[in-house]
């Protein structure tokens, strides 16, 4: 008596004859990226609202040159990460 015929089984797309798929960021380290970005951007604000409040009430603490360099340099690089954060979940989303 023959053995019945079983149709071959697919396999996974990710499991390609090239080894499964490795340029994948995940999702812990894009988590990751934004929540960096939503703090340097919330402290940043925080050290400019700190230097203008310093400005209009005419003091001048110690500290306020380090105030400029976080506001000035902290901004946009916290939303360079927020942005980086979008465009990488934009490209993992169109790759599926």
Known sequence: MPSPQTAPQPRPASDDARGPRTDRV?????RTLLAVGVAVTALSGLALIGALASYFLGVT???LP???GLSLF???????????H??????RRSRV
Not at 26 to 30: C, D, E, Q, R, S
């Open 26 to 30: 995940p999702g812990a380290a894009l």
């Open 61 to 63: 603490p110690a500290f």
């Open 66 to 68: 380090v105030l400029y």
């Open 74 to 84: 902290g901004l946009p690089l916290g939303f360079t990460l927020m942005v980086l």
């Open 86 to 91: 979008m465009v990488v979940s934009a490209v």
